[in-house]
C-alpha cells in the first residue's frame, strides 16, 4: 500500500494546553518537570492521533516548547553571547530567556528578533549568527523525543530543519557572508543524523522550504554541496520543500543526492513536469491536502494528481498534507456552533489526516472499500461548489467593476485643498492612530455583553462614557484629529469579520503564531457584503461631542484578507474586491454621518507578499486596487488616512503611492526616521506621518527628541506634508503613560510649527 505521513502536527494543544502551561511556567507556577509532563503529554497524545490515522512513518521534533527555529539554533549551540551560556545541553531557562529577553541575572536583555515564518502568519525567533560563531551539538530533545516514540511502538520520522533554510533565516551581526558558516554547521547535522542512525531511525524529514524561494547563485551551490556532504547510508533523508513550487530550483532539487522529495502540490501547480529529472530510485512524496487553509480536500481532484504523478514519475510514492499543520487549528469536531450546512466543507489538522487515509484506502481497493466516507467526501466538497455558484452575484465582480471605482474624484492636490478648506488644519498637525487604553473595565464590559450578561442600552451607555473621556482627553491635550478611542472593538478583522455577511467564527480555531501567542482567524467562506453599518453610530457619537474632527476607523480589505482563512475556490484578488466593496460602503455612510476623516487601516498589506519576486506586482496591484476600491467613495473634501505599522517599505513604495492615501501613519521612530529616505526619493507624493514615539515602550517620550526626529523628517518630506502622531495605536498602554507622552508629542509639534 501506498504510504502516508505527516510534516508536522500543531503544538499547543486543542485546548491551547501548551499556552497555559507555558504562562504558568513563566509566572513560576508550575516548575520545569511540571511543563515538561505537559509537553510529553501533547506529544503522546497527538502521536496516538495520528497513528489513528494511519501514519506510516510520524513526526517527532514537530513539537516545540517555543519556537521551532529557535530549537534548532538551541540543538546546534548557537546562543549569541548576550545569554551567558556557558556551553553544554541548553536548558529551559537558557531557552526561554532567548524568546522572552531575559540574562542571565533574570534582568531585561534584548530578546531574539522575530519575524514572519515565509509567507505565514507563524512567527520563528530569528537566528543571530557573529563571524567567529562555532556550532557544537547542544540539545538532545530529538533524540529523547524520538526514543519516546519509539517506546510508543510507532515508527517515527525526526523532522529537521534543513542547515541551508536555517542559516537563510539566520541575520548576520556584523559584516560578513553567513553563508560561510555553512561548513562548521555541517558536522553537527553529520553527527545529529548519525546518532538518530545510531537509534533505528529509517527516515528522517529535512525541512528545505527556502527551495521554493528566488535563491542567489551560491546558495544553490550551497545545498548541492551541503547535502552531497550529510549523505549517507543510513539515515534515509526526505528533503521537503513547502509554501510554494520548485520553479527553478526544480533541477537542483531533483538532483540532491537524497533518498526522496517532497512536493507543495496545492501552490506548486506545474511542478509535476519537472519530474522526469528525479532518480526513480526515489520516494516522492506528494503534498496534496492544504495544511493552510481549512477547507476539505477535493479528493477527486487529488486522486487525478496522483495519477498524473505516476505518469510522470516511476518511482515509490507516499502522500502527506502539503506542509505541517502547525498552520491550522485541530480538530472540527469541537465545533459545535458552527453552520450544518458548512460546517462539512472544513477539515482541521485531524481531519486531513483523516483525508490522507481515505485517499491511501481508496487507492488501495477503490471507492466501494471507502464507503460511506467517500461519498460524504465528494457531497460536501459538491454542496461547498453548487453555494458558491448561488452566491449573491458578488462573485463575478471584478469583470463588472466600473473603471473608476477606485478613483478619488479629483487628484490628490485639489482633493487636499478641499480638505483643507474644510478642517483647517494647522502645520504639523496631530492624531492619533486609533485605539486608546483598554482597560479592565472595557474588557469586562465587552465580555459580559458577549455573554448576555450587560443589557444592549447598558453597554451602549458605557461605551459611549468611554468615547466621551477619550474625546475630553484629546480635547484637553491639543490634539487636531480626534479619534473615538475603540473601546468597542477587541480586534480589528474580529470587529468586522462579525457585522459582515461571509465570515464565519470558530469557537475553539486557534493557530499558533508566536511562542505561547495564538490566533482565532476568521473563516472567509462565502460572497462578503455588509448588511448593515458596523461603525457609524461610535463615530458619529464622538463627532457630536467635539468641533474638532473625529476620525473614522476602518479595518482595510488586505488586512481583513490576510489576518482571515480564505475562500479557495475564487482568487483572493476577487474576495479583497468584495472585502473592499463592504468597506466602501462604511466610509460612504460615515461621511454621511458627518465624518470628515476617515482611517482605513492596512497593517497587513505587505505580509501579503508573495514569496517570489515575480508574483509581486500581480499581488500589490491587486491589493492596491482594493484599497482604492475602499477610499474611493467619498468626496474630495473627505480626507482618507491609512496606517501601516511597519518600516519596511522601500521596495513596495510605489505600490504604497498607488494607494493614494491623502495621509499615510507608519512606524519611523525605532529608526530614526531612515525610512523617510525611501519616501523622499521616491518624491511621495501625498502627506506622512511618521511615527515620532515607539507606543511598544512603556518609556515617555521626550518632546526635545521628537521634535529632533521631526526635523530631521522635514529634511525628507517638506513640512507642509507632515502630521505628529504615534506609530501606533495605544490600546496596550496605560492612561498615565498615554497622556505624559501625548502632551509632549504635542509639545513637540507647536516647536515644529515655530521653528521648522
Ligand atoms: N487603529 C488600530 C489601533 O489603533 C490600528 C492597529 C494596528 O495598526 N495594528 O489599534
Ligand atoms: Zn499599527
Known amino acids: 500500500m501506498i504510504k502516508i505521513h505527516n510534516l508536522g502536527f500543531p503544538r499547543i494543544g486543542k485546548s491551547r494546553e501548551l499556552k497555559f502551561a507555558l504562562e504558568r511556567y513563566w509566572r513560576g507556577e508550575i516548575d520545569a518537570d511540571q511543563l515538561r509532563a505537559v509537553g510529553a503529554d501533547l506529544r503522546i497524545r497527538h502521536w496516538h492521533l495520528q497513528a489513528g490515522c494511519g501514519l506510516d512513518y510520524l513526526p517527532v521534533g514537530d513539537f516545540s516548547y ?7 539554533s538551541a540543538m546546534l549551540g548557537a546562543l549569541p553571547q548576550r545569554f551567558e551560556w556557558a556551553g553544554g545541553e541548553v536548558d529551559f531557562d537558557t531557552y526561554f530567556r532567548m524568546a522572552r529577553g531575559r540574562g542571565a541575572d533574570g534582568i531585561g536583555c534584548r530578546a531574539l528578533d522575530m519575524t514572519k515564518w515565509f509567507d505565514t502568519n507563524y512567527h520563528y525567533l530569528v537566528p543571530e549568527l557573529s563571524p567567529d560563531q562555532v556550532f557544537a551539538l547542544s540539545s538532545r530533545r530529538l533524540f529523547d523525543e524520538t526514543r519516546e516514540l519509539q517506546a510508543l511502538g510507532y515508527r517515527p520520522k525526526p523532522v529537521l530543519l534543513g542547515p541551508l533554510s536555517w542559516l537563510w533565516l539566520a541575520k548576520s551581526v556584523g559584516d560578513f557572508d553567513k553563508l560561510s558558516l555553512l561548513e562548521r554547521v555541517l558536522p553537527v547535522y553529520r553527527q545529529i543524523l548519525q546518532g538518530l542512525a545510531e537509534q533505528g531511525v529509517e527516515w528522517v524529514q529535512i525541512d528545505e522550504p527556502i527551495l521554493v524561494l528566488d535563491l542567489p547563485e551560491d546558495w544553490r551551490a550551497a545545498l548541492a554541496t551541503a547535502y552531497a556532504e550529510l549523505q549517507a547510508p543510513a539515515p534515509k533523508l526526505l528533503l521537503t520543500t513547502y509554501f510554494g513550487g520548485l520553479g527553478d530550483n526544480a533541477a537542483l532539487a531533483c538532483a540532491l543526492p537524497v533518498a526522496g522529495l517532497h512536493l507543495d502540490l496545492t501552490r506548486g501547480g506545474g511542478q509535476l513536469d519537472a519530474l522526469a529529472e528525479l532518480g526513480g530510485g526515489k520516494v516522492l512524496s506528494l503534498g496534496l491536502i492544504d495544511g493552510r487553509n481549512v477547507w476539505r480536500c477535493d479528493l477527486a481532484a487529488a486522486l487525478a494528481t496522483i495519477d498524473r504523478a505516476r505518469r510522470a514519475f516511476q518511482g515509490e510514492v507516499w502522500l502527506a498534507p502539503s506542509c505541517s499543520l502547525l498552520h491550522v487549528p485541530i480538530d472540527l469536531e469541537r465545533e459545535t456552533g458552527l453552520d450544518p450546512a458548512v460546517k462539512p466543507w472544513l477539515a482541521f489538522a485531524k481531519q486531513k489526516l483523516t483525508e490522507l487515509e481515505l485517499l491511501r484506502l481508496v487507492l488501495a481497493e477503490g471507492v466501494d472499500a471507502a464507503q460511506p466516507e467517500w461519498d460524504t467526501a465528494l457531497a460536501a466538497v459538491a454542496a461547498r461548489q453548487r453555494a458558491a455558484s448561488l452566491g449573491s452575484g458578488a462573485a463575478s465582480l471584478p469583470s463588472g467593476l466600473a473603471g473608476d471605482l477606485d478613483r478619488r474624484a479629483s487628484p490628490f492636490p485639489i482633493r487636499r485643498a478641499a480638505q483643507q478648506a474644510e478642517l483647517n488644519l494647522p502645520l504639523f498637525p496631530t492624531t492619533t492612530i486609533g485605539s486608546f487604553p483598554q482597560t479592565p473595565e472595557i474588557r469586562k464590559a465587552r465580555l459580559d455583553f458577549k455573554r448576555g450578561e450587560l443589557a444592549d442600552a447598558d453597554y451602549r451607555a458605557f461605551m459611549e462614557r468611554q468615547i466621551k473621556q477619550c474625546i475630553r482627553e484629546q480635547v484637553a491635550l491639543g490634539l487636531d484629529v480626534l479619534v473615538h478611542g475603540e473601546p468597542e472593538r477587541n480586534d480589528m478583522v474580529e470587529y468586522f469579520g462579525e457585522q459582515l455577511d461571509g465570515f464565519l467564527f470558530t469557537g475553539h480555531g486557534w493557530v499558533q503564531s508566536y511562542g505561547s501567542r495564538c490566533v482565532k482567524p476568521p473563516i472567509i467562506y462565502a460572497d462578503v457584503s455588509r448588511p448593515k453599518p458596523m461603525t457609524v453610530a461610535w463615530s458619529r457619537y464622538a463627532q457630536y461631542l467635539t468641533d474638532k474632527p473625529v476620525k473614522g476607523m476602518l479595518t482595510g480589505p488586505v488586512t481583513l484578507l490576510n489576518w482571515s482563512f480564505v475562500r479557495d475556490d475564487q482568487p483572493r ?80 513604495i510605489a505600490a504604497i503611492a498607488e494607494l493614494d492615501a491623502d495621509v499615510i501613519t507608519i512606524e519611523t521612530s525605532r529608526s530614526d526616521m531612515a525610512l523617510l529616505d525611501a519616501f523622499g526619493e521616491y518624491r511621495y507624493p501625498n502627506d506622512i506621518g511618521p511615527g515620532v514615539y515607539d507606543i511598544h515602550s512603556p518609556n515617555i517620550p521626550d518632546s526635545a527628541q521628537m521634535l529632533e526626529l521631526l526635523t530631521l523628517a522635514a529634511r525628507h518630506i517638506p513640512a507642509e506634508r507632515l502630521w505628529v502622531n504615534p506609530d501606533c495605536g495605544l490600546k496596550t498602554r496605560q492612561w498615565h503613560e498615554v497622556r505624559s507622552a501625548l502632551a509632549a508629542m504635542v509639545v513637540a509639534a507647536a516647536q515644529a510649527r515655530r521653528e521648522v
Not at 66 to 72: E, K, S
Not at 591 to 602: F, L, N, S, T
Not at 635 to 650: K, L, P, R, V, W
Request: proline share 3%; net charge negative.
Open 66 to 72: 517555543y519556537d521551532h527555529v529557535l530549537d534548532t
Open 573 to 652: 484578488a476577487q474576495t479583497a474586491y468584495q472585502l473592499a466593496l463592504a468597506i466602501r460602503g462604511e466610509a460612504v455612510d460615515l461621511e454621511k454621518a458627518g465624518i470628515r476623516v476617515i482611517q482605513i487601516d492596512e497593517p497587513a498589506f505587505r505580509e501579503g507578499l508573495p514569496l517570489r519576486r515575480a508574483d509581486w506586482p500581480d499581488y500589490l496591484d491587486w491589493a492596491a486596487r482594493a484599497f482604492r476600491i475602499s477610499a474611493g467613495g467619498v468626496g474630495d473634501a473627505t480626507q482618507i488616512h491609512t496606517h501601516m505599522c511597519y518600516s519596511e517599505f522601500n521596495d513596495i
